[in-house]
């Protein structure tokens, strides 16, 4: 293989367990693993997920209970692969699927009327379960609070339509430390609840934890959470990890009084992804040679490089032009020149004995030495999220 993702099984199974030291008995954990488990493979992460399960507050439990999804196609290839767990579609399902959705008891997301309608008139032997998606100020996806009363009203018409979940999601609790608009959130998301219950409807699932609310805000948990980056070993942000690690923190404020603080239980994330490649060419370069596509980068003394087979196409970011790093031999080597859509150049000067087909990690750890998603994100300017969910899935994904 010229690249490939090594998955640990180990740290999988390790941060889901940690993650389910903030829950409390009868919270049920979803896993989401849409956009092929955030890079990591989505066939290969559930069936650990699956099959799997941990110690957990002294006692055997499941991994996970539930999959969550973005997709129709990814919640078939779940169940191709043999998941029975309940799957939840997060993500838009065109009307003209809906049918397959239905046919294969799939729980969907819901917020607009087109989508009710067109399940009035799917023939089912079973109920379809929904859960609605509220908006409560991310402006994506969602019924505002002003239009929730009557959209459940209608909802309620039908008889094959069954409203198991509501949910909303946070817009800003993973990049700050100042959790306020989180707060106004969840109190729009309780005040819904209570005007539905109100009204005598009661749904029996509520959901609204991310991974950062997950860790930070038991308030959030409701009776469902779903966590993802953390999952992977991954922290949501800067300022989540800084919240988690750095008590007393504010906690969210719930009917208008602030609650008092908590001691924290401490998280320890383990990654879960290593990306590699192999060493194709090793050449000796004289003072002063141009490297590479526009001739952007020269060697300053004589040097040895040797040219990866990975590039932009694999989602070794472009950007990483002339300031990246790769491990070799346990050892830091830059990158030079502008990456290709299929290789790259390194300098490997200062590496001895490098040979063909020497192992390269590209994320990942060698020795003593570590190339983390956030470092990577650091120099291209973006997120964890962005650098392993656009690693090629093509990619074979290996589970260690």
Not at 131 to 137: A, D, L, N, P, R
Not at 176 to 199: R, W
Not at 201 to 221: G, N, V
């Amino acid at each position: 293989m010229r690249t490939w993702i090594e998955i640990s099984q180990q740290n999988l199974l390790h941060n889901i367990s940690e993650i389910r030291k903030f829950l409390k008995s009868g919270v049920l954990l979803m896993s989401v693993v849409k956009s092929n488990a955030y890079g990591h493979g989505l066939v290969e992460v559930a069936k650990i997920l699956n099959n799997k399960s941990v110690l957990s507050a002294n006692k055997k439990s499941a991994v996970v209970d539930w999959f969550g999804v973005d997709s129709l196609d990814e919640a078939l290839i779940l169940k191709k692969i043999g998941i029975k767990k309940p799957i939840l579609i997060l993500g838009y399902i065109p009307l003209e699927r809906l049918n397959e959705a239905v046919k294969n008891n799939f729980r969907f997301v819901v917020y607009n009327y087109e989508t009710i309608k067109a399940l009035s008139k799917i023939k089912s032997k079973t109920q379809t379960n929904v859960h609605i998606k509220v908006e409560t100020g991310t402006s994506r996806q969602g019924v505002g609070e002003n239009e929730i009363l009557d959209f459940v009203k209608f909802i309620k018409k039908f008889s094959q339509i069954n409203i198991e979940g509501i949910y909303t999601h946070f817009a800003n609790i993973e990049d700050t430390t100042n959790h306020s608009y989180a707060a106004k959130q969840l109190n729009k998301f309780n005040k819904i609840i209570k005007l539905l219950e109100k009204n005598n409807f009661y749904i029996p699932i509520k959901h609204t934890a991310c991974s950062a609310a997950t860790i930070l805000f038991p308030e959030t948990h409701f009776n469902l959470v779903r966590p993802g980056i953390a999952m992977y070993g991954l922290w949501p942000s800067r300022e989540t990890f800084i919240s988690a690690n750095n008590p007393p923190y504010s906690p969210l404020k719930i009917r208008g009084e602030i609650g008092g603080v908590k001691p924290l239980t401490r998280l320890l994330l383990k990654p879960v992804l290593t990306w590699k490649t192999i060493v194709a060419q090793i050449k000796n370069i004289k003072k002063g040679t141009p490297i590479g596509y526009g001739l952007t980068e020269k060697v300053y003394h004589d040097s040895k490089i040797a040219v990866l087979p990975i590039g932009y196409w694999d989602g070794f970011d472009r950007g990483l032009s002339s300031i990246g790093n790769v491990l070799i031999r346990g050892k830091r080597c830059k990158v030079l020149g502008r990456i290709c859509m299929n290789m790259c150049m390194v300098d490997v000067s200062d590496v001895p004995n490098v040979k063909i087909e020497d192992e390269v990690v590209l994320i990942g750890s060698q020795g003593k030495e570590q190339i983390t998603a956030e470092e990577f994100a650091s120099k291209i300017g973006t997120i964890n999220y962005e650098v392993v969910t656009r690693i090629n899935p093509l990619i074979k994904r290996m589970i260690i």
